[in-house]
């Protein structure tokens, strides 16, 4: 009778599929170069009747008890290369286990990888006061899904609690979305900050100033991020009426706050992240610009440069704009908007920043007529008001691929359904969210605001074979976030039959539309680095970094890891070898290896083989459908020009993308800024 179970590692019994038997031979035996499928077939049969004769319904075997199966039949069929091949990949895989249970104390699910891990270990996991674990990956999940689901019962006394806890488990377990991660941190403890972006005011007092610092270091302790507009600070050296002294300006208040944030960190969860907006028209803009020509100087911020539809309009006809005294706002002198322009993009070709924020578009694409908007998180992903915060949170679109027969596609039930599950999750976070002040709770259930951002786009694009830098990808990314925004507002006008508006719906252009909307605004794409690590998939809309590299895991020992999407098509095209892949970890683009066919090279190429056009094509795309905004970097070749640099914000204004970022490789040598999401 036919073995039809087979027991996990982690003691569940699922469906034995013999399938994985073959996947797992023919690696083995590609791995000395002696792949047949006419060969492969008999072992996996022979193995089949090994298990068939061994095994029962009533007694399943383990993956242990298959997999001794398989090195025995490979030895007695004659294939000792392939036999010593997969005993030394079981080995490996072994080492990897055995380091995962060492830094969690037991079993780990094996798509939480190693990498995963050691961040979940060091910044996520609950841990005694004595700095011991106390809780697993598994009950972390566990522990947010409950925390986040008995918001329910706000709005409904009977709603079935368990239902929702069971479902966004399943969700956020599986790894089809992940929320931003102070809400895997702090959900279900005495912390419960689960919102990561905040935006805070900076009145120009010396209460202001210090209020505002006090309550961003109270954000970051424990994990959040926190943006600035420093317009409103009087200009260096502008009087002060109370002490008839100098004020020390802007950038001084700025420097301030960032050594602030590195005194938090050193107690925090972790690094605490910021962004800094300058209007282009402060006294300040200069030196503001160069701010962080020293590369150890404001390494807790992300700054950018509020740019006006009048400043762009000066650059393109080379005139000179007002500078404006921020208290007063009146003229105080005149630059020439070229040449601070041409300064932005020096500054950002030289090391990454500033950023620029086109400020009057993200305002004429707010659906709130209650005030401009112009902070942004500290990742630039959220517009918002004064004392307002946004809860994030992800699909991981390498999962929302549907293989059936020879066909690839967009899995779209599965989309949908992740997307309105998703929007349930955060809105319950905006509810379940200790604030730091009873003003900015207000503000934000005022609006109700929610980001629902992707990761793992590019990593849809190697499933679904298609190069980023094409119009099939543009294509696949309109349709995407067409979807997702569509169905992100059909979930949130179900929300706000359930449970209301949000309070300052009728200062909306929905009122006007005649739709009731849970939250004022769906979608944000953020850079999601650190969750996209746990989810296993590329970050955000970004393409892939490198397609190989090698990994240290026992001291001094290291293992090589490939995306598992290019290792499946080296492996079908029959071109894969671990010294290949070794070569490959060290060049990065496949463009140098005449072993790797053109098809696979054109689909499979990393951020630095993408021209800088495709760069801002897909955010613009993106852009489009999404309410907030998104968050992007255009990678450049070292050898790129200051020209490069203008050319791409321009082509980013004139497509309507709300701000841009760039980054020309080998520009600087430190980290840039890690997202807080």
């Known amino acids: 009778m036919p073995v039809t179970k087979i027991k996990k590692r982690d003691g569940r019994i699922v469906p034995f599929d013999p399938e994985k038997i073959y996947t797992a031979i023919s690696k083995a035996a590609e791995a000395v ?17 090994y298990v068939e004769k061994t095994f029962s319904d009533t007694k ?33 895989q072994a080492k990897i286990r055995a380091k995962k249970q060492e830094l969690v104390g037991g079993f780990v699910d094996k798509r939480i990888s190693l990498n995963a891990l050691k961040i979940l270990r060091e910044k996520y996991l609950l841990k005694s006061k004595e700095s011991m674990l106390i809780e697993t990956p598994q009950q972390m999940f566990e522990r947010v899904a409950k925390a986040i689901a008995k918001e329910d019962k706000e709005y409904n006394k009977h709603a079935d609690i368990k239902k929702t806890e069971a479902e966004f488990y399943d969700m956020i377990y599986s790894l089809d979305f992940l929320p931003n991660s102070p809400c895997l941190m702090n959900a279900g403890t005495d912390v419960q900050q689960v919102i990561s972006c905040f935006a805070l005011p900076i009145d120009d007092s010396i209460d202001g100033i210090y209020d505002a610092m006090k309550t961003a270091a109270k954000i970051h302790k424990y994990g959040s991020g926190t943006g600035f507009n420093f317009s409103t600070l009087r200009a260096k050296d502008d009087i002060i009426a109370s002490t008839m002294g100098k004020s020390s300006g802007a950038l001084s208040f700025l420097k301030l706050y960032d050594a602030s944030t590195t005194i938090m960190k050193q107690g925090g969860k972790r690094r605490g992240a910021n962004m800094a907006i300058l209007r282009v028209d402060h006294p300040e803009i200069l030196q503001f610009i160069t701010a962080k020509e020293d590369h150890s100087q404001l390494t807790n911020f992300n700054i950018s440069v509020g740019l006006t539809n009048h400043f762009m309009d000066a650059v393109q006809k080379n005139k000179f704009y007002d500078i404006l005294d921020p208290r007063t706002k009146k003229a105080v002198r005149q630059l020439p908007a070229k040449e601070v322009f041409d300064l932005i993009a020096r500054q950002a070709w030289k090391n990454g920043e500033p950023g620029v924020l086109f400020l009057d578009t993200i305002n004429k694409a707010n659906p709130l007529s209650i005030g401009k908007l ?4 500290a990742c630039a992903e959220v517009p918002l008001y004064e004392n307002e915060a946004c809860p994030l949170g992800s699909l991981n679109l390498s999962r929302m691929i549907l293989k059936a027969e020879n066909k690839t ?3 779209w039930e599965k989309l949908k359904k992740t997307v309105h599950t998703a929007v349930h999750f955060l809105d319950n976070m905006i509810d379940a969210n200790k604030y730091p002040l009873k003003e900015i709770e207000k503000v934000t259930k005022e609006n109700r605001k929610i980001g629902l951002g992707v990761m793992g786009f590019a990593d849809m694009l190697f499933q679904l074979n298609i190069p980023y830098d094409s119009d099939q990808a543009v294509d696949i990314a309109e349709k995407v976030m067409r979807f997702i925004k569509a169905e992100s507002r059909k979930a949130s006008i179900t929300l706000a039959e359930e449970r209301g508006v949000f309070p300052n719906f009728k200062e909306s252009k929905f009122a006007a539309k005649g739709f009731k909307m849970r939250n004022a605004t769906t979608t944000a794409i953020a850079p999601t680095g650190t969750i996209s690590i746990l989810a296993g998939c590329s970050s955000g809309i970004e393409p892939v970094f490198a397609l190989a590299y090698m990994q240290r895991i026992l001291g001094t020992e290291e293992i090589l890891q490939v995306n598992k999407h290019f290792e499946l098509a080296a492996r079908e095209k029959q071109f894969y070898t671990d010294e290949l892949m070794k070569k490959i970890a060290q060049m990065g683009s496949l463009k140098w290896f005449s072993e790797v066919p053109a098809e696979i090279k054109k689909v ?17 795309i993106f852009q489009k459908y999404t309410d907030n905004a998104v968050s992007k970097s255009v990678n450049l070749p070292s050898d790129a020009h200051k020209e490069d640099v203008m050319k791409v914000y321009k082509t980013a204004y004139g497509l309507g993308c709300k701000g841009i970022t760039v980054y020309r490789d080998k520009s600087r040598d430190d980290q840039i800024i890690n997202p807080v999401v």
């Open 33 to 49: 170069g002696s792949y047949d499928r006419e060969k492969t077939r008999p072992v996996v049969e022979k193995v089949l009747e």
């Open 60 to 92: 399943a075997p383990t993956i242990e008890d298959i997999q001794d199966i398989v090195e025995r039949v490979l030895i007695e069929l004659g294939h000792v290369k392939t036999a010593k091949a997969y005993i030394i990949y079981r080995e490996e």
């Open 374 to 377: 112009e902070i942004t998180s």
């Open 409 to 411: 596609d967009v899995d």
């Open 604 to 620: 499979f190429v990393i951020s630095y083989d993408v021209l800088p056009r495709w760069h801002v094509k897909l955010q613009a």
